[in-house]
């Protein structure tokens, strides 16, 4: 099994940026798409973004408007989450998760245990 580890997690004003990253354990990471998915209290799990096996590939979520990025360096076995222009409605838990390149996700097999990403007024 995979192991996701999420960090860069925090507080952060309206306008500001985190970089969130996502620490894989897998001798076999480079293997897996990867993607972020977020959930606000009382909300379902929703897309944030994705990005493929060699990192080509990237796809994101209607809601980020260019805001985001998404990379990944398999030398590392990480895969990170850059975020700008942060809005408080961005507030919510952010897994990173590993399994096939989609915006589905039931697509993923493995999860992290959640990085919490706040954005104040």
């Known amino acids: 099994q995979v192991q996701l580890v999420e960090s860069g997690g925090g507080l952060v004003q309206a306008g500001g940026s985190l970089r969130l990253s996502c620490a894989a354990s897998g001798r076999t990471f480079s293997n897996y798409a990867m993607g972020w998915f977020r959930q606000a209290p009382g909300k379902e799990r929703e897309f944030v973004a994705a990005?493929?096996?060699?990192?080509?590939?990237?796809y994101y979520g209607n809601f980020v408007k260019g805001r985001f990025t998404i990379s990944r360096d398999n030398a590392k076995n990480t895969v990170y989450l850059q975020m700008s222009s942060l809005k408080p409605e961005d507030t919510a838990v952010y897994y990173c998760?590993?399994?096939?390149?989609?915006?589905?996700?039931?697509?993923?097999?493995?999860w992290g245990q959640g990085t919490q990403v706040t954005v104040s007024s």
């Open positions: 998760a590993a399994g096939s390149y989609s915006s589905d996700l039931r697509d993923y097999d493995y």
């Open positions: 990005i493929n096996w060699s990192g080509v590939s990237t």
